[in-house]
């Protein structure tokens, strides 16, 4: 009962305060019974994707968490009430290591580490993890003396680091035995329950997968083993969000098609060593082929936002596309951009489409807002003035809700920053550590929003006793501050809806407004044109090119050509 309330509350917090749409696809993949295994990437939203994966799959999730998480307060009780099984990570109990570390001979035999003015033997010992302050890590096989140790494997781009004259400073983690998780894991498979699992580790903000670890492989073919005739289901489920460290964001979630677990992989599981590890390794790119079919990745930043930009331009302005069949899209020209990216047609393309979005920021407009300047200078008046009288409306209606929200808009903004900053200053991962932002902001308006509300309410009721002709009761002061404690609330969301729409009219002005200006109509009208000759050049590559990369690709085709030829 506590786990349901808990959901329903959840659900509602994200739906209402933080998320405008949640779609979802494939949810006919979810058993509606018996054990199965969510596998979600990417890990985008540190505790917003455990929350949005329970909401979404009609089942019971126990996800794993790490211990650090469970031991905060709040997060931690929050945590325990969904059921969900702590994880000790090594680097949750990393240190500084004292002294310095250097390779004597980094050419002859790079495994072979030495140190000043350290202590090996009494801190560290076989299977500990060493970390330099690149982020690259290496596993210590032996520890000879306090000033000597040899790796199992060598640094990765440690060379520079560790061939300088006084050494490298490092940190040390200690090795963590999982079979106790491991086997909580096992009784619940067991029990027919579900277990949510983000196999990349911890939450990241890069265009790619991290690497993939291999426990969730464990999990399932551990249990299988362990319990003959239990057939646990992998499920794998992509997280797609939209600006997903912004309030008012949109997400895809998309469940995929089962993995299926055969028989002779988890008899090559049993026989233990180099096959158990195999029948690991199998399974694992099963999973991560799973992934890609139902995420949007791209191997940097760059790409994805030159996708983005060439999606944007090849679906016609008069025809919307779900968030389903966007996600699709750009699924597929990411693929198609990847594998075609060094044909000259392409690269000549792709320079076109960063130059288009350069002057798109020159002219502070958004590739939806350039068929807005064509109007006449007549009509774009009339419409400038509209919008601008709806725009002053909807700041009127919004604006006492954002009064009584600044405080938290402010606190929201400096504390989800000052912990993205503690992330990537932790994270050897991270990038801007924008996955945590979201995290944070949900927390703060939890925990600040009643707090904040209580005042409020409590100078009603002072403003009340203070303006009232006669003596007030008790019991009335009581009914004002309840009453007050219910409509600051409804004001505050009804502002937020109110003040969305705002923003998209106060968006709409810029270009009406370059519209109705002589000089600024020209170049306006030269970046529409331009827009159309990347539009028609971007179609006849995709025709071109689209045939050779999937098959019956005019069958199902998500922007048709006659479409996209009349436009």
């Not at 690259?136 to 790796?151: F, G, K, Q, R």
């Not at 609330?489 to 519209?515: M, V």
């Amino acid at each position: 009962m506590n786990q349901n309330r808990n959901i329903r509350h959840s659900k509602k917090v994200l739906e209402i305060y933080f998320m405008i749409d949640v779609q979802t696809r494939g949810q006919h993949y979810i058993p509606k019974s018996g054990p199965c295994i969510f596998v979600a990437a990417p890990h985008a939203n540190q505790f917003v994707d455990p929350i949005l994966l329970i909401t979404k799959t009609n089942r019971r999730v126990g996800f794993l968490i790490a211990q650090s998480s469970m031991e905060r307060k709040w997060i931690g009780r929050f945590a325990r009430s969904l059921k969900t099984i702590p994880v000790i990570r090594a680097q949750d109990l990393a240190k500084n290591g004292e002294g310095t570390i250097y390779l004597p001979s980094p050419l002859t035999d790079p495994l072979l580490v030495r140190g000043y003015n350290t202590k090996f033997l009494s801190t560290l010992k076989q299977k500990y993890k060493l970390s330099l302050p690149n982020k690259c890590m290496a596993e210590i096989e032996t520890v000879v003396s306090d000033t000597e140790l040899i790796l199992k494997y060598p640094f990765e781009n440690g060379v520079e680091l560790l061939t300088q004259e006084k050494g490298s400073s490092y940190r040390y983690a200690p090795f963590v035995d999982q079979h106790v998780v491991y086997n909580k894991v096992f009784h619940r498979l067991n029990n027919k329950e579900c277990i949510g699992i983000f196999p990349e580790g911890g939450s990241h903000d890069r265009s790619t997968f991290l690497p993939l670890k291999a426990g969730v492989t464990i999990m399932a073919l551990g249990a299988m083993a362990e319990y003959p005739g239990l057939d646990v289901k992998v499920i794998p489920v992509g997280l797609n969000y939209f600006h997903p460290n912004k309030f008012r964001s949109r997400a895809v979630v998309e469940f995929g098609k089962p993995i299926e677990i055969t028989k002779d992989l988890i008899e090559q599981y049993k026989l233990g060593g180099q096959e158990k590890r195999e029948a690991c390794s199998t399974l694992l790119e099963s999973i991560y082929n799973s992934l890609l079919t139902v995420t949007v990745t791209a191997p940097d930043y760059e790409t994805l936002m030159v996708v983005q930009a060439a999606r944007r331009l090849y679906n016609p302005l008069h025809k919307k596309l779900n968030y389903n069949n966007t996600l699709e899209l750009t699924r597929r020209l990411t693929a198609g951009y990847i594998a075609f990216k060094d044909v000259d047609e392409i690269k000549q393309l792709t320079q076109k489409v960063i130059d288009y979005n350069e002057k798109l920021k020159y002219f502070g407009l958004r590739d939806h807002q350039v068929h807005t300047t064509s109007l006449g200078r007549y009509d774009a008046f009339i419409l400038l003035c509209i919008r601008f009288f709806y725009f002053l409306l909807m700041f009127i209606i919004s604006f006492p809700g954002f009064i009584l929200n600044a405080p938290i808009l402010y606190i929201n903004s400096v504390y989800s920053k000052k912990k993205a900053r503690e992330a990537k200053a932790k994270s050897t991962v991270k990038i801007n550590a924008i996955d945590v932002i979201a995290s944070w902001k949900i927390l703060v308006t939890l925990g600040v929003c009643p707090l904040l509300y209580i005042t409020y309410s409590l100078i009603v009721v002072y403003i009340y006793i203070k303006t009232s002709p006669g003596q007030t009761t008790l019991l009335k002061d009581i009914v004002v501050f309840f009453k007050a404690f219910t409509f600051i609330p409804i004001i505050s969301y009804l502002s937020i809806r109110f003040g969305e729409t705002g923003i998209d009219l106060y968006k709409s002005l810029q270009p009406l407004f370059l519209a109705c200006l002589p000089d600024g109509r020209r170049e306006t009208e030269k970046l529409r044109m331009e827009r159309l000759s990347l539009q028609r050049e971007i179609n006849q590559l995709i025709d071109e090119y689209g045939p050779r990369l999937i098959e019956n690709f005019d069958s199902i085709r998500l922007v048709s050509k006659i479409i996209n030829q009349s436009s």
